[in-house]
């Protein structure tokens, strides 16, 4: 088996939003078979990482009322929170996106869950999805 190429835009991981881990954990971990990935809780979220080849499928639960997630839960319910794709070089893509008018929800790269450099694009010039982009 040779190894994957791992340059160029990949998906990095899918959010989905839950009410709560204990709800959809068994399914992803114990039916799907995908190994549990640690990671860190974020933005107000509790993060169960599941393995699936190079990506992961992250679980969100929200923390707090107020947290994103559960402002997303509460108006659509549980389901796809949002896509992130891995970049290459993530100021560039940011500054591509800018400049063909697409929203950005963050100017500036924060430090996201894995610990990477992540900015998130507006759903509303993505075609309704949330997108998240990621370094490497
Ligand atoms: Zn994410």
Same mark, same amino acid.
């Given at each position: 088996?040779?190894? /994957?190429?791992?340059?160029?835009?990949?998906?990095?991981?899918?959010?989905?939003?839950?009410? $709560?881990?204990?709800?959809?954990?068994?399914?992803?971990?114990?039916?799907?078979?995908?190994?549990?990935?640690?990671?860190?809780? $974020?933005? !107000? =979220?509790?993060?169960?990482?599941?393995?699936?080849?190079?990506?992961?499928?992250?679980?969100?639960? /929200?923390?707090?009322?107020?947290?994103?997630?559960?402002? &997303?839960?509460?108006?659509? !319910? /549980? !389901?796809?929170?949002?896509?992130? &794709?891995?970049?290459?070089? %993530?100021?560039?893509?940011? $500054?591509? =996106?800018? =400049? =063909?008018?697409?929203? %950005?929800?963050?100017?500036?790269?924060?430090?996201?869950?894995?610990?990477?450099?992540? $900015? &998130?694009?507006? /759903?509303?010039?993505?075609? !309704?999805? %949330?997108?998240?982009?990621?370094?490497?």
């Amino acid at each position: 088996m040779t190894t /994957p190429d791992r340059r160029g835009t990949r998906i990095a991981h899918i959010g989905v939003a839950v009410r $709560a881990l204990d709800d959809v954990l068994p399914f992803y971990r114990d039916v799907l078979g995908l190994p549990e990935s640690p990671l860190d809780d $974020a933005d !107000g =979220a509790r993060i169960a990482g599941l393995a699936a080849g190079d990506s992961l499928v992250e679980l969100l639960e /929200p923390a707090a009322a107020d947290s994103p997630i559960a402002r &997303f839960v509460g108006k659509k !319910g /549980p !389901g796809i929170h949002h896509v992130c &794709f891995c970049v290459e070089d %993530l100021d560039g893509t940011l $500054a591509r =996106a800018k =400049a =063909a008018g697409i929203v %950005l929800i963050d100017e500036v790269p924060r430090i996201g869950a894995e610990g990477k450099r992540i $900015a &998130f694009l507006h /759903p509303k010039s993505t075609g !309704g999805v %949330l997108i998240e982009l990621s370094e490497y």
